[in-house]
């Protein structure tokens, strides 16, 4: 009974401003001395088929598979264009018609304890649900190009007895390679790709530990500093699967936070937060393309990066409605640098670091409930503060989706 008691009181007089809606993840506020805290957060995304281009422009996220399967795409025609005496790019074997639709459910869990009454400690840990829904096939009304089976390699469709290749035929060709004649040996080599399919898994995500230190609280302010290291845990990208999407980026960051809180205005809560996520070079096996619109390469290495760093500034303001009720809107601006590729193999490694330099526009809204002074009444078992959010990228560039999810938020203090 004097626990209950103790983390009531700590609650009330700790989260006063707070009772009538959740904080967000980038508040000033801390957790008590000696009280821990759990937070479960669920996302669930709309399925998503855009992204934004350097422009700023929404696209098609399959906008760089939809293209003329010609000499570009495979440059094994080349020699038939060459041997032929036929201009570059006239070499084709058809158009690929693709779609791709992107799924995602998170998971958030998170633990928090409160060292001192102005230092907490915690780690978040994500699980990942993702979905690539891939329709693809090979168009042929154009192509130039086929297979003779009696000649046994490709040939123009105007010689006697060449066929279109099908839709099989090229996944041959992304993978193992391509067997004209129906032998069973492999007369055209592949590119060594996972079948182009649609594509699920599940797993952890980057594991994150962070402290923060409250340096200053008065009636009117809260101000703290927050600082931490992602781990890079989470699954990263397969160089041999064009619809995977990664779990994690496979680089340590280190996560610096100023926090800041007015509550000066009765009823009113106004936040900033400035973010700045410092990535460390580390090395990965990737694909390393001519062009950095054309994914289908042979070269592989493994390649040095330094990510690029992200820079974010959120603005937000809760109101309360009523004891325990609030409403809250935020704004976020993201930017990231440029990331930075080398290799010893002398590919294009500037090919992977194009279109890296993102930015983004996120718009949360919430409506929040906590059982706070309900607990500390006696007339609710638990102090829990949840929350059910929306939130909308709204704009970007350069290849950030264009993504919106529901949210729903428990925290809990014990």
């Not at 809760?318 to 976020?332: A, D, F, K, M, P």
């Not at 640098?337 to 500037?350: E, L, R, T, V």
């Amino acid at each position: 009974m004097r626990k209950r008691v103790l983390v009531g009181s700590l609650c009330l007089w700790f989260l006063a401003p707070w009772l009538s809606g959740i904080a967000w993840a980038g508040d000033a506020e801390v957790v008590p001395r000696g009280v821990f805290k759990i937070d479960v957060e669920s996302k669930w995304y709309f399925p998503t088929t855009k992204r934004f281009n350097p422009a700023g422009h929404l696209e098609d996220i399959a906008i760089d598979f939809n293209t003329s399967l010609d000499s570009r795409v495979f440059p094994g025609l080349r020699q038939l264009e060459s041997a032929l005496g036929l201009p570059f790019g006239s070499a084709k074997l058809g158009g690929s018609i693709v779609s791709l639709k992107l799924e995602f459910i998170d998971l958030l869990v998170s633990l928090q304890y409160g060292v001192t009454d102005r230092f907490t400690v915690g780690v978040t840990v994500p699980y990942y649900w993702q979905k690539s829904q891939v329709s693809a096939r090979v168009g042929t009304s154009g192509a130039t190009v086929g297979k003779n089976a009696a000649l046994n390699t490709l040939a123009p469709l105007r010689v006697p007895g060449t066929k279109p290749l099908t839709t099989e035929d090229v996944q041959a060709l992304l993978g193992k390679g391509l067997d004209i004649n129906g032998d069973g040996t492999v007369d055209i080599a592949g590119f060594g790709f996972k079948r182009f399919e649609t594509w699920s898994d599940d797993g952890f995500g980057d594991l994150e530990a962070r402290f923060r230190y409250q340096y200053l609280k008065t009636d009117n302010w809260r101000l703290a500093l927050t600082s931490g290291v992602r781990f890079p845990t989470g699954q990263v990208d397969d160089p041999d699967n064009l619809v995977d999407v990664s779990f994690g980026t496979g680089a340590y960051a280190l996560l610096f936070r100023a926090n800041n809180d007015f509550t000066g205005i009765t009823n009113v809560v106004l936040h900033t937060t400035l973010s700045y996520d410092l990535y460390l070079p580390d090395r990965q096996t990737q694909r390393v393309p001519d062009n950095v619109n054309q994914p289908i390469t042979n070269n592989k290495e493994e390649v040095q990066r330094d990510l690029g760093d992200i820079f974010k500034v959120e603005v937000s303001g809760r109101y309360t409605l009523l004891t325990g009720l609030s409403i809250s809107g935020l704004y976020e601006f993201g930017a990231k640098w440029k990331d930075q590729i080398s290799g010893k193999k002398g590919f294009a490694y500037a090919s992977l670091e194009e279109e890296t330099n993102w930015t983004s526009h996120i718009f949360i809204m919430g409506l929040y409930y906590t059982t706070v002074p309900l607990y500390v009444k006696k007339s609710f078992p638990i102090p829990l503060i949840t929350s059910i959010a929306y939130r909308d990228r709204f704009a970007g560039s350069n290849n950030i989706l264009h993504t919106k999810f529901i949210s729903l938020q428990i925290q809990a203090f014990f």
